[in-house]
């Protein structure tokens, strides 16, 4: 049938890309629905194959609790595949040395009896599982003793053993079918998954006892290959617990076989302690550990049956793909590959953490640029609309009871608001408009020109009082766009700090760890935080012995010598783990330090004094030297000065920009009280890598730098904070070297000499009189001049603060240690 019209031209009517475009995803989706189908039929006949083995599988001779246990637990986890389990588990009890075909039927049909009415009554659910599996072999087998008049005490003791096993084969297999199937995403097996996933395959290699080809046993080849995968992935403690446990199993299911649990324990032993040395080397382990113990206990004819049996292992071992061995050891602790899969899901989280600051950064941004937005635009057109509103108020006030209003506002409508405008302006201009500065052209069209004019300032009072409000309003709304910029900065650098934290630095950490073990260091864990030159993080937990302070003398120089900079440690504390551990963090040393001393007085030598202080490392390679002089003196100016140091250290602590922190604070102060308050704040940010120091002097006297016999003031022309809404903050930048000594102090100090003096001159020449350069001293010896200067009176609260500025030096050289090498830092992330 040919298409109609309408059809082809809408066919035509589509691009060609887009017809490509169409196709290539319908063969995409095809291409997937065949993928997951092929995954889906694997999984499928692997399941299969496992429970053809474990229905053939039998220990003791005439036990086999392997089949319904694994029935049991497909039944909750995989019920689509159950009704081939269920025949796959038939077909290999046929095949089965002992003819338990009926019982296993049987077991399986009680099994879905039992398990039908249960759910009936409740929901069931795979805790269920054991205890079914357990009532319905004890049940079967029970009822066949007592139908052949065979019931004993032997036989009701074999029969609780079989359940029992099936019991608790039933709680393993619930634990190994998810991990060889898959089905559990999970980073990493515990050490109880792993023997219960080596007690499944054990229990499926039992299924293949009986087969030979040409003389080798299958089941013997197979757990010897068992064993070399496991001691190439684990090392000793897997390769022999895989050997311990494949050869307990095999051996309980041939009793001929009992000599298989010693052979392949130390066979697995031998082969992982030559993990190291790759395949070959732990194939040749398990050579020699089946070869020493077979020629101990074996004939001619078996020693070379198991030579054989082991170098077919050997062959099978060495044709494994590598993708294998690193599929298996990412899920073993404790490997290289079980560590990079947890580094890489650390990083996806952390990428995923960082990708979500960057985006609440950029909501802040927006938020600021809106704020910014409301206060800038429309400003004219707000003005005159406010101006219009002002005379509709006016004249509505004045006007409205007039009889000449209609002649004023309708028909000479420019000339009145000509002159309205005219007695605004001089109303505004403040010089005071009384009734005989009213013109006589206003006087002659207005019939009541001093009642408007009465009406026109009182109003002006009420506009003038709305403009202030909305002025504060809108530089309210500037410090807010503002903040919301500096919280936007500091949510973008926590980013960059995240990014940065999720480089792979698991190689770094294993050369630390090997260089620190080589001087015969107990190190218990590694972890390296940053690496980027002048801000190094590594936190280290070591064994320590009392008095002997490893971590400074040994690990701390170390570091130095492997990272080409000097490392120092910067928080050492005890370890949960119990006594004689403790977890170090080392930094980069700092190329400068500070050192500082105060001395102060409260006026009329009262205990407290309005001045505040302050002297920290901000954490990011800053030092802080701060001073506050609160209005007055006493209590309130006390409060007043700290709670100004306070909120500007956390608010520099957090990374917020040095400008936008006064602003803040000065709102803050603005906003506590209605009364005027203000405080003064010297602060100097000193860099300790570089010597670079920022000062922001607010309102605050002068501070002094000695070099030597010269002494630099520091000045700065800004207003208190506390005072008016909008503040101008000048920061004053000034390089720093070796040996300088810095002054700040608060007016009390610096105004001691009067008014007479020339206080600037004075100061230098009292400050380079003073020879100490202990800071502690210097700042007594300047306090006790100002006191002897006023004749022992103190005017005011006085503070001093004093910095001495040196270069660092660690307290132990760099350690040389033969071949350790420099490290590699990784690029840091823009």
């Not at 009532?135 to 003791?157: D, E, K």
């Not at 950490?509 to 980027?532: F, K, P, Y």
Request: proline letters at 2%.
């Amino acid at each position: 049938m040919q298409k109609s019209n309408k059809v082809q031209g809408l066919e035509q009517s589509v691009p060609v890309e887009a017809k490509r475009m169409l196709q290539g995803l319908q063969v995409f989706l095809l291409e997937n629905r065949l993928t997951q189908a092929w995954i889906i039929r694997k999984w499928a006949l692997l399941l299969i194959a496992t429970a053809f083995l474990l229905g053939r599988a039998s220990i003791l001779e005439n036990l086999s609790p392997f089949a319904i246990a694994y029935f049991a637990v497909i039944y909750y986890i995989r019920r689509e595949s159950v009704p081939f389990v269920g025949v796959a588990l038939v077909a290999g009890s046929v095949l089965s040395m002992p003819a338990n075909t009926g019982y296993i039927i049987t077991e399986l049909i009680v099994f879905l009896l039992i398990q039908k009415a249960i759910e009936k009554f409740e929901r069931s659910d795979l805790s269920f599982a054991p205890v079914i599996t357990f009532a319905s072999i004890f049940l079967v087998q029970l009822l066949s003793y007592v139908m052949n008049a065979n019931l004993t005490w032997y036989s009701l003791m074999m029969t609780g053993v079989e359940a029992v096993l099936a019991f608790i084969l039933t709680m393993i297999f619930i634990q190994a079918i998810p991990v060889l199937t898959q089905t559990r995403k999970k980073t990493s097996l515990k050490h109880e998954e792993i023997i219960c996933l080596i007690i499944l395959l054990a229990s499926v290699m039992t299924g293949t006892v009986g087969w030979h080809i040409y003389g080798v046993s299958v089941e013997h080849v197979f757990s010897r290959y068992l064993i070399l995968l496991f001691a190439l992935v684990g090392g000793a403690p897997l390769g022999a617990s895989v050997g311990v446990i494949t050869g307990l199993i095999l051996s309980l299911a041939d009793v001929n076989a009992v000599y298989q649990m010693s052979l392949l324990a130390f066979s697995g032993l031998l082969a992982g302690l030559l993990k190291d040395g790759g395949k070959w080397a732990v194939a040749l382990g398990l050579l020699l550990g089946c070869s020493i113990l077979t020629v101990y206990v074996g004939d001619q004819a078996s020693i070379l049956t198991s030579t054989w049996e082991t170098l077919l292992a050997l062959a099978l071992f060495l044709l494994t793909t590598k993708s294998v061995v690193q599929t298996l050891a990412k899920y073993v602790p404790g490997t290289q590959e079980n560590m990079k899969t947890h580094y890489d899901y650390a990083k996806r989280v952390r990428d995923i953490t960082a990708s979500r600051v960057e985006q609440f950064s950029q909501v802040f941004i927006q938020l600021s640029k809106s704020f910014r937005q409301l206060s800038e635009e429309g400003q004219e057109r707000k003005r005159e609309e406010e101006v219009s509103q002002f005379m509709n108020n006016v004249a509505g006030i004045a006007c409205s009871t007039c009889w000449k209003k209609k002649q004023c506002w309708d028909k000479q409508f420019y000339e009145t608001y000509k002159y309205m405008s005219e007695m605004m302006v001089k109303v505004e201009t403040g010089n005071g408009m009384g009734k005989k500065d009213i013109t006589q052209e206003w006087k002659r069209i207005c019939q009541k020109p001093e009642q408007v004019l009465d009406v026109m300032q009182q109003q002006y009072r009420l506009f003038r009082h709305d403009l202030r409000w909305k002025k504060q309003i809108l530089e309210s709304r500037q410090l807010v766009s503002e903040q919301l910029v500096g919280v936007s900065q500091v949510m973008e650098d926590l980013a960059k700090e995240i990014k940065r934290e999720g480089q792979e630095l698991y190689l770094q950490e294993e050369q630390i760890r090997s260089a620190l073990e080589g001087l015969g260091l107990s190190i218990l864990t590694i972890d390296v935080i940053n690496l980027e030159e002048g801000k190094v993080e590594i936190e280290i937990m070591h064994q320590y012995t009392k008095g002997f302070d490893e971590c400074r003398k040994i690990i701390g120089p170390l570091l130095s010598d492997i990272l080409g900079e000097n490392i120092a440690v910067k928080k050492e504390t005890l370890s949960e783990k119990g006594e004689g551990y403790s977890t170090v963090t080392f930094g980069s040393a700092k190329e400068y330090e500070v050192e500082t001393g105060i001395a102060g007085a409260a006026k009329g030598g009262d205990l407290l004094s309005g001045d505040s202080f302050s002297t920290a490392e901000l954490g990011n390679g800053k030092f802080v030297v701060a001073l506050s002089d609160g209005m007055g003196n006493g209590e309130r100016a006390r409060a007043e000065s700290s709670t100004a140091l306070a909120i500007l250290q956390q608010l520099l602590q957090s990374g917020i920009d040095e400008k936008l922190a006064i602003k803040s604070v000065n709102s803050v102060l603005l906003l506590r009280s209605p009364d005027e308050m203000y405080a003064t704040v010297d602060m100097a940010l000193i860099d300790l890598y570089s010597a670079d120091t920022t000062f922001m002097k607010i309102g605050s006297t002068p501070s002094f730098i000695k070099r030597g016999h010269e002494v630099i003031q520091i000045t700065a022309n800004n207003l208190p904070v506390g005072i008016i809404q909008e503040i101008d903050v000048d920061l004053v930048s000034v390089q720093l070297h070796p040996g300088d000594v810095l002054i700040m102090m608060t007016d009390g100090i610096y105004d001691a000499p009067g008014y007479a003096v020339n206080k600037e001159m004075w100061m230098k020449r009292v400050i380079g009189e003073i020879e100490t350069d202990n800071p502690q001293e210097f700042a007594d010896l300047l306090l006790e001049r100002i006191v002897r200067q006023q004749h022992g009176e103190i005017c005011d609260d006085m503070t001093v603060i004093v910095a001495s500025i040196d270069r660092y030096r660690p307290e132990w050289s760099t350690l040389r240690w033969p071949g350790v090498t420099r490290m590699e830092r990784p690029k840091t992330v823009s």
